[in-house]
């Protein structure tokens, strides 16, 4: 779930170095992010925001750095036991800025140039691969391929050593290290199952107050 309604992202900008003035010809030029090592910067920043998001209380699963025009995009993604919130995506952010800027203060730059922060949280497509994960997702129904062979079940209980699937009505126990990546399969209430509160009751059928009407006239004709 970035900042969207698992809305659209939190973005947060920052700029190293010095700002161009009021004299830099052509303005309406958008110069490209500065040429930098990706997978050096990832780590750079990995280094510096884990412990801020562990000490918020939540999980970093993922730091994602890419190029976009003349700036670069950092997207973090965080997750919790229960899930996150926006608020807590809010402050998560924030907390990652701030670390970002202390470290840039007085160590040098972790970014060259711009970068656009953007926080949220996995989606329901992000593979299952880690203990924690699999303990998230206890009661959905996920796909996983186990000794060669793709198994679709629902997770029952997910332990210290592995996970327990029910998998046409049978209990299977599999330890984390014969599992591969888990997907979780999206489930669709039926539509014949819905409640629709209009709708009356069966059994109990809503008269027709024209036909009443017409009745009453007919009785007092005769």
């Known amino acids: 779930m970035t900042q969207r309604g698992r809305g659209g992202a939190r973005p947060a900008n920052r700029r190293s170095g010095g700002g161009r003035g009021p004299q830099d010809a052509d303005e309406t030029r958008q ?6 090592d990706l997978v050096a910067a990832r780590s750079r920043v990995h280094a ?54 202390t470290v840039e203060e007085t160590q040098g730059e972790v970014l060259a140039g711009e970068y656009q922060l953007e ?3 996995p989606g329901v497509d992000r593979p299952l691969t880690l203990p924690r994960h699999w303990r998230r997702n206890v009661s959905r129904l996920v796909t996983v391929t186990v000794a060669g062979r793709s198994l679709t079940g629902r997770v029952t209980a997910a332990e210290e050593t592995g996970v327990v699937l029910d998998v046409d009505g049978q209990r299977s126990e599999i330890p984390y290290a014969e599992l591969g990546p888990g997907r979780v399969q999206i489930e669709f209430k039926r539509l014949d199952e819905a409640v629709f ?22 009785g007092e004709d005769r």
Do not use: K, T
Request: proline share 7%.
């Open 119 to 121: 926080v949220g949280s």
């Open 31 to 36: 110069p490209a992010a500065p040429r930098i």
């Open 197 to 218: 509160p209009d709708e009356p009751d069966d059994g109990e059928p809503e008269e027709d107050e024209d036909e009443d009407d017409d009745e009453d006239g007919e």
């Open 48 to 101: 510096v925001i884990e412990p801020v998001v562990v000490a918020a209380g939540f999980d970093l699963e993922d730091v994602n750095l890419s190029r976009a025009g003349r700036r670069h995009v950092l997207r973090v993604l965080v997750d919790a036991d229960g899930g996150i919130s926006l608020d807590d995506v809010a402050v998560v952010s924030r907390e990652i800025s701030q670390a970002l800027d």
